[in-house]
């Protein structure tokens, strides 16, 4: 099994409103997929000091699950139309689990 983890940083001037409506549209994108195991995603808290502003991480049956993920034109189409113009930073990993 695959784990992908990432998380975001906003640009200041990013609503709660639309990383809500980045949350929704990766959530039903994902809704659509074979391989998913597990997919969680939320706001950072804000109890510690340094952290990013969102976190995604996906479970996914096999590393090709993973990759028909990631290399989907609707996942392309969410990332390059709406995620990148409000992205300050971005951080991500990819790792086998049991």
């Known amino acids: 099994m695959i784990r992908h983890c990432v998380l975001f940083r ?6 709660d409103e639309q990383v809500d ?5 990766l ?7 074979e391989g998913v195991v597990s997919y969680r995603l ?9 952290t990013y502003d969102f976190a995604v991480v996906g479970d996914f049956e096999s590393r090709d ?3 028909a993920y990631r290399d989907s034109p609707r996942h392309i189409e969410i ?5 990148t113009p409000l992205l ?6 990819q790792f086998e689990i049991d």
């Not at 959530?27 to 997929?33: A, F, I, Q």
């Not at 990332?79 to 995620?83: A, D, F, P, Y």
């Open 42 to 50: 939320g706001h950072d808290i804000g109890v510690s000091d340094g």
């Open 65 to 67: 699950a993973y990759v």
């Open 21 to 25: 409506e980045i949350a929704k549209l």
């Open 79 to 83: 990332v390059k139309g709406i995620v």
């Open 10 to 15: 906003w640009l200041p001037d990013t609503t």
């Open 88 to 93: 300050a930073d971005r951080a991500s990993v």
């Open 27 to 33: 959530v039903d994108y994902v809704g659509t997929l």
